[in-house]
């Protein structure tokens, strides 16, 4: 039987998870078994996530206007548009963050899964003397980063940092390191517990040409998993090669179509228009 999760509020169970994993408590009540704690890769599809008629304003200005398409199961499916045209706003409806109007839902093939998050940057104090493994920790179990790694966790986190390139940094200070290795490390927990669905606001915008290729790899072993994956990108010609489908948001989606058809030149002049004309 196909499990359903409605996401019409920002209390929603869903919403609250992935608010929960972006601020780097555990999302373990969707899925906190110890196998899937260490398991590096989950089994089956991902869910399906539905937009329908999303929208959301603040004041008087109209920042996510009647925004419906569907990222389908195990895709990896790209949000494109201007910046201010809603794409992380759209995001933190996801997470709970934002009140809207509308309806999110995510059908799962099977019990509920987990949901992944990684954000654009990571701010924080550099002075403060948290290693690789201390920030891990802290992201990714319920013990206290203090008293090291749980024994729940610590195969699961050396996978994970193994996968994106950190296992040898891992006693390395967060503040030493350059913008491109905490957005690897910020990949890497993204994948603890390994998620069924995973959104990614812009996470190649910090990283240099070696990380680019484990984003690259990272990506095509989620699709051969079954990941559903909603991406953040403004490199479309990453997008253009690496996405199975395209939704570009101007305040409100103007195509949503495969790569091919989507990135044409009179498409994306509308997209990135100040004030976006008809869908084509």
Known sequence: MTAKETLSTPQSPVGAGLLAKASGQSTSSLNDTPHSRASPLPQGLGPTLEFAEVSLTLGRTTILDKVTFTVQPGSVHALVGPNGGGKSSLIKTLLGQMPHQGRLSLQWPGEPGTIGYVPQALEFDRGLPMTVDDFMAAMCQRRPAFLGL???????IGEALERVG??????????ALSGGERQRV?????LIPAPQLLVLDEPMSALDEAGIQVFERLLGDWRQSGITVLWIEHDLEAVGRLADRVTGLNRRVLFDATPKQALTPERLLTLFSTHPRSAA
Do not use: E
């Open 186 to 190: 910020l990949l890497a927990q993204g």
């Open 166 to 175: 950190m296992q040898d940094k891992r006693k390395r200070r967060m503040g």
């Open 150 to 156: 749980s024994k729940h966790y610590a195969a699961a």
